[in-house]
């Protein structure tokens, strides 16, 4: 885990706490190595080879690995078409390189969350580029000015370097209650979330924390989704909270 000085991240634009060594950052290193490997050709061997080249092209779910080791996305666009639980996972043994203005395009209800770049050693994001996925490398990332990135940047050894004011690591968006109708026999929730993405409802009498249940899980494929949980028993009072899995 790169030190804080190394980022290159004014501290005004983190969203979050930084653990710049300690035992949680040395479990989320533990976590990536763990990740890394899980992706690897030796863990999914037999990945399909769509070239090195990976602009231009329609890709439906699978295990893709690139031929000469390295993958990029310089000449036309690159789009991933399939369903909100399809998943893709891309190796390369060196580096991943996405041109200026590029961009990761999804379609079919593709989901981030389920995008995966495993690279062997750097990964480069051009200025003003777009993408889609966990990237996870081994040495460094490096986003720069006015790229986006709606997924997660680790680096296993090196640094996550972001330049620029206008690019960002965005928070997965919250799920927000619009109303709670309550009446003697049940509870009309309605929440505004993300289509297409993996949300739960939980509920507690007491605001305890061990007293949280969960009532409902789906994946809306709209933005507002309605659940009606129905009364029993004699509790008198019920607060409720929504969330969503990171990534999703």
């Known amino acids: 885990m790169s030190p804080v000085g190394s980022q ?3 501290p ?4 979050g706490t930084i653990y710049n060594g300690g035992p949680i950052a040395a479990q989320a290193e533990l976590d990536l190595n763990s990740a890394i490997i899980a992706a690897s050709p030796a863990q999914l061997p037999g990945g399909i080879n769509a070239g090195a080249e990976l602009g231009g092209q329609t890709l439906a779910a699978g295990v893709y690995v690139s031929p000469s080791g390295a993958y990029a996305i310089t000449s036309v666009d690159l789009t991933l078409n399939g369903g ?9 043994a060196s580096t991943l390189t ?3 203005g590029r961009q990761v395009i999804l379609t079919g209800g593709a989901q981030a969350a389920n995008i995966f770049w495993q690279v062997g050693s ?3 994001l051009g200025t003003s580029s777009v993408f889609e996925g966990t990237i996870m490398a081994y040495s460094s990332i490096t986003m720069n000015a006015s790229s986006t990135l ?6 296993q050894v090196g ?3 972001f330049n620029g004011h206008s690019g960002s690591l965005p928070m997965p968006e919250v799920p927000k209650f619009t109303s709670i109708i309550w009446s003697a026999t049940n509870s009309v929730i309605t929440l505004n979330t993300k289509p297409n ?3 739960t409802i939980q509920m507690s009498s007491s605001l305890s924390q061990p007293d949280w249940t969960p009532i409902a899980t789906n994946t809306p494929v709209t933005s507002s989704w309605t659940f009606t949980n129905d009364h029993t028993g004699s509790v008198t009072q019920r607060f409720y909270r929504a969330f969503r899995p990171i990534g999703n």
Do not use: K
């Open 12 to 15: 005004g634009q983190i969203n």
């Open 197 to 199: 993405g993996l949300v």
């Open 159 to 161: 640094a996550v370097t």
């Open 150 to 155: 709606d997924g997660r940047a680790l680096a």
């Open 98 to 100: 996405v041109g200026v």
């Open 122 to 124: 750097s990964a480069t």
């Open 84 to 92: 909100p639980n399809d998943v893709w996972v891309f190796q390369m």
């Open 8 to 10: 290159g991240i004014p």
